[in-house]
């Protein structure tokens, strides 16, 4: 009987997956793009609108103090609003404001895009790792959660080149590529934005794709899961939940990784033109898939064999310590073969604690906390994103891309070292700390 309900609960979840991955996935792949593809605008666009290192590290720091106001109110309207009308109205503005971007004329112009950017990116990664929590039970969550983002490495292996190509090729009615570039990646995200209301499902139950015993075994699974995880009296409150020490601990260990991840979104094209003096930005565009081509293989096996473990701690630490190792051999390194092996552990280690981290929160935080404390985090996390880019225009100005990489080595080894604080339960078992954390 056991083996014919395990079998039953494999083909639900098989399909679940069917109908949801791919899709979140499309989306995030031109969230991804949209986000930072100002860091291949800025090959040309600087010296268009003759801005300088300081005013560029404005502009990107401009897009996380919205992202980093609107997450946890963004968080609230998803669960008032639903999944598909909510993440759907998000998506098409956003995709809107980038395709306005052409018309840029002065970095006042693009520090109040990126201002708006964030606005409307802002609920878009909380709300799907959410979303993700409302359909998938604790155990299955590092690797859907790493099939999910994904879709940072393959848009980077796939938009990166072709960014690089737009910004040196594409002046069509004399019109820059950095322009294009911001116009032919905004336009297809409003059309998905638009999609999202028709084919994103708020819950099981509203799924048509689900037979209704299907939906019964899924909504029993997950009821099941979450009682297992509510391990204090449920509340909505803010202050509730912005009280418990855990959540702080996570969101200061996502913080800092961030700040190193989100930096070297807008800095790394930059840094890599100057391994060669005579590197064309098409160039620039195919050395960047490096570290991306090689994520795309680590993070789903990582994942996989966090939730075979059940092992959280190690499987999200270790990549930090190897994103640190590899800042630091781009940053001492002074042959080209050593720099791009830097790039590969580089991609291998800032993306695949992603899966095995996200999985943490739901074993530490009680249900009713998970939706305001995943927003919280990731609010924390632009925080970092605006500190660290903000900081890096100056180091960058006085010290160069090696003064760059190695602020973003230390971040990452601030981050390991708090995440060895923690006491993370298996998935699967029942954590008695965290009552007491929570209490």
Same mark, same amino acid.
């Given at each position: 009987?056991?083996?014919? $309900?395990?079998?039953?609960?494999?083909?639900?979840?098989?399909?679940?997956?069917?109908?949801?991955?791919?899709?979140?996935?499309?989306?995030?792949?031109?969230?991804?793009?949209?986000?930072?593809?100002?860091?291949?605008?800025?090959?040309?666009?600087?010296?268009?609108?003759?801005?300088?290192?300081?005013?560029?590290?404005?502009?990107?720091?401009?897009?996380?103090?919205?992202?980093?106001?609107?997450?946890?109110?963004?968080?609230?309207?998803?669960? @008032?609003?639903?999944?598909?009308?909510?993440?759907?109205?998000?998506?098409?503005?956003?995709?809107?404001?980038? &395709?306005?971007?052409?018309?840029?004329?002065?970095?006042?112009?693009?520090?109040?895009?990126?201002?708006?950017?964030?606005?409307?990116?802002?609920?878009?990664?909380?709300?799907?790792?959410?979303?993700?929590?409302?359909?998938?039970?604790?155990?299955?969550?590092?690797?859907?959660?790493?099939?999910?983002?994904?879709?940072?490495?393959?848009?980077?292996?796939?938009?990166?080149?072709?960014?690089?190509?737009?910004?040196?090729?594409?002046? &069509?009615?004399?019109?820059?590529?950095?322009?294009?570039?911001?116009?032919?990646?905004?336009?297809?995200?409003?059309?998905?934005?638009?999609?999202?209301?028709?084919?994103?499902?708020?819950?099981?139950?509203?799924?048509?794709?689900?037979?209704?015993? $299907?939906?019964?075994?899924?909504?029993?699974?997950?009821?099941?899961?979450? @009682?297992?995880?509510?391990?204090?009296?449920?509340?909505?409150?803010?202050?509730?939940?912005?009280?418990?020490?855990?959540?702080?601990?996570?969101?200061?260990?996502?913080?800092?990784?961030?700040?190193?991840?989100?930096?070297?979104?807008?800095?790394?094209?930059?840094?890599?033109? &100057?391994?060669?003096?005579?590197?064309?930005?098409?160039?620039?565009?195919?050395?960047?898939?490096?570290?991306?081509?090689?994520?795309?293989?680590?993070?789903?096996?990582?994942? %996989?064999?966090?939730?075979?473990?059940?092992?959280?701690?190690?499987?999200?630490?270790?990549?930090?310590?190897?994103?640190?190792?590899?800042?630091?051999?781009?940053?001492?390194?002074?042959?080209?073969?050593?720099?791009? %092996?830097?790039? %590969?552990?580089?991609?291998?280690?800032?993306?695949?604690?992603?899966?095995?981290?996200?999985?943490?929160?739901?074993?530490?935080?009680?249900?009713?906390?998970?939706?305001?404390?995943?927003?919280?985090?990731?609010?924390?996390?632009?925080?970092?994103?605006?500190?660290?880019?903000?900081?890096?225009?100056?180091?960058?100005?006085?010290?160069?891309?090696?003064?760059?990489?190695?602020? $973003?080595?230390?971040?990452?080894?601030?981050?390991?070292?708090?995440?060895?604080?923690? @006491?993370?339960?298996?998935?699967?078992?029942?954590?008695? %700390?965290?009552?007491?954390?929570?209490?």
């Amino acid at each position: 009987m056991d083996n014919i $309900e395990a079998d039953f609960g494999g083909r639900v979840m098989r399909t679940v997956r069917r109908n949801i991955i791919p899709f979140a996935f499309i989306l995030y792949f031109f969230n991804f793009m949209d986000r930072v593809n100002i860091g291949f605008a800025k090959l040309t666009m600087n010296a268009s609108l003759n801005i300088s290192d300081v005013e560029f590290g404005t502009a990107a720091s401009a897009f996380f103090i919205s992202y980093l106001i609107f997450q946890m109110p963004s968080n609230i309207a998803i669960q @008032r609003f639903g999944a598909r009308k909510w993440l759907g109205s998000i998506i098409a503005i956003w995709g809107g404001v980038t &395709t306005l971007m052409f018309f840029a004329q002065n970095v006042d112009h693009i520090i109040y895009a990126r201002f708006l950017l964030g606005v409307f990116e802002a609920g878009f990664f909380p709300g799907m790792i959410y979303y993700l929590a409302c359909w998938f039970p604790a155990k299955e969550r590092a690797r859907v959660t790493a099939l999910f983002m994904l879709a940072i490495p393959v848009s980077s292996v796939i938009a990166s080149p072709i960014s690089g190509w737009i910004v040196e090729h594409v002046h &069509t009615q004399n019109y820059e590529g950095w322009r294009w570039l911001f116009a032919i990646e905004g336009i297809p995200t409003v059309l998905l934005g638009i999609l999202t209301f028709f084919i994103l499902a708020d819950t099981p139950k509203d799924a048509r794709w689900l037979k209704p015993e $299907e939906k019964e075994w899924l909504i029993a699974e997950l009821e099941s899961d979450a @009682r297992s995880r509510q391990t204090a009296p449920t509340s909505n409150s803010w202050m509730r939940v912005l009280l418990n020490p855990t959540l702080w601990m996570l969101a200061m260990i996502y913080m800092f990784v961030q700040a190193a991840s989100q930096a070297s979104n807008y800095w790394l094209p930059g840094q890599v033109k &100057t391994f060669a003096p005579d590197m064309t930005d098409t160039q620039v565009g195919l050395i960047m898939t490096i570290p991306f081509i090689c994520a795309i293989v680590t993070m789903p096996l990582w994942g %996989a064999h966090s939730d075979k473990t059940g092992e959280r701690k190690l499987h999200a630490g270790l990549p930090m310590l190897l994103a640190a190792a590899a800042f630091l051999m781009l940053a001492m390194a002074d042959s080209l073969v050593v720099r791009y %092996a830097g790039l %590969a552990l580089f991609g291998i280690g800032i993306l695949s604690y992603y899966g095995p981290y996200w999985a943490i929160p739901s074993l530490m935080l009680s249900p009713s906390e998970l939706a305001i404390g995943i927003a919280f985090i990731n609010s924390c996390s632009s925080l970092g994103g605006f500190l660290a880019n903000k900081a890096l225009g100056y180091v960058s100005q006085s010290y160069g891309s090696n003064g760059v990489f190695m602020v $973003e080595a230390g971040l990452c080894v601030v981050s390991f070292l708090l995440l060895m604080m923690l @006491r993370i339960p298996k998935a699967g078992s029942k954590p008695a %700390a965290v009552a007491k954390a929570a209490a």
